[in-house]
């Protein structure tokens, strides 16, 4: 079995001290938890691949939304993160296997499963982990690797698209 770790969105702008208010995860407890997971998979011979959400950079998106702009600090992944490959591709929408280039390197490298880890549990991860189903790529999320901000009510509503799809939780 040939897996990949897929890091998915830790960027400055959801866990740096400047961040917004509604992005009130525990940076330092995840951060921890997600460099644990890159060293052990290096380790274990598997490619690490970070993952970037992108938001263009136009003045109404600026006002709308106010991070990942393109080009910001804010849209970098963040300073905390420990970088171990070159491999790091951006997304401009919640699946990351939307980037084409993305998925050509996993056709290239014969990966038979992901393993995704990373923000938000219930965005991102969950989109790209029904993505990847969607393309019969297997994916699994690794609970000690990802982070919510959303309700309970939300959490539950993504587990259950995410049983119907047949991902499960390591």
Do not use: W
């Not at 600090?73 to 280039?101: P, R």
């Not at 056709?107 to 029904?130: N, Q, R």
């Amino acid at each position: 079995m040939k897996t990949a770790l897929l890091v998915i969105d830790m960027q400055n702008d959801y866990l740096y001290d400047k961040r917004k208010e509604m992005f009130s995860y525990h940076t330092a407890e995840l951060t921890a938890a997600v460099n644990e997971l890159i060293h052990r998979y290096q380790a274990n011979g598997s490619d690490i691949i970070y993952i970037r959400h992108i938001i263009q950079n136009l003045p109404t998106n600026r006002l709308l939304f106010g991070y990942s702009i393109a080009g910001t600090e804010g849209a970098e992944l963040f300073s905390g993160l420990d970088i171990v490959s070159e491999y790091c591709f951006d997304k401009y929408f919640g699946d990351a296997l939307s980037n084409q280039t993305l998925r050509k390197l996993i056709k290239e490298k014969g990966y038979d499963t992901l393993h995704l880890c990373g923000l938000d549990e219930c965005g991102c991860v969950t989109s790209t982990a029904l993505g990847a189903a969607k393309r019969g790529i297997k994916a699994e999320i690794i609970r000690n690797g990802t982070a919510t901000v959303f309700s309970a009510k939300k959490v539950s509503k993504a587990h259950e698209k995410l049983k119907k799809a047949n991902i499960k939780f390591i």
